[in-house]
């Protein structure tokens, strides 16, 4: 299984904002959204990169609320992890779990097609192997 297949199922919706915006513009959208981390982009869609709640809670942990009036920009993480659609669930998995991240950006050509979180690829994995077990039960029972 790979990232196209994650996409088809969850949609291709990406939540993004501006360096430029606040922290505090970050956090509505992320209530908003119900979601838990943001794709900073240029105004091409290009992934510049992310800010997740993690990244806010440190930043107030570290500089206090006033922090919230600062630029994305200042607290986002610049080292994006990106992926393709042609990436595996198992290829995402291992980079997720070594690089400790939660979310991918999907990019073609340079540009967000996608977004690609933990829960995501940990449900697709669990899918292909209730998918494995019941065809090998099928075989077993078969004989």
Do not use: F, W
Request: aromatic share 0%; glycine share 6%.
């Amino acid at each position: 299984m790979n990232v196209t297949h994650l996409l088809a199922v969850k949609g291709r919706d990406v939540a993004t904002i501006d360096r430029s915006r606040t922290l505090h513009d970050a956090v509505a959208l992320l209530r908003e959204r119900g979601i838990g981390a943001l794709v900073v982009a240029s105004a091409d869609q290009r992934p510049l990169g992310m800010i997740s709640e993690r990244d806010v809670v440190r930043a107030i942990a570290q500089d206090g609320v006033g922090v919230m009036e600062h630029p994305v920009e200042t607290v986002m993480s610049r080292d994006v992890v990106t992926c393709t659609e042609a990436t595996t669930v198992d290829e995402l998995m291992s980079t997720m779990t070594e690089r400790r991240i939660r979310h991918v950006p999907v990019v073609a050509q340079g540009r967000l097609v996608g977004l690609v979180s933990i829960g995501d690829v940990v449900k697709a994995r669990v899918t292909e192997l209730e998918i494995a077990r019941r065809e090998l039960l099928d075989y077993v029972n078969a004989r």
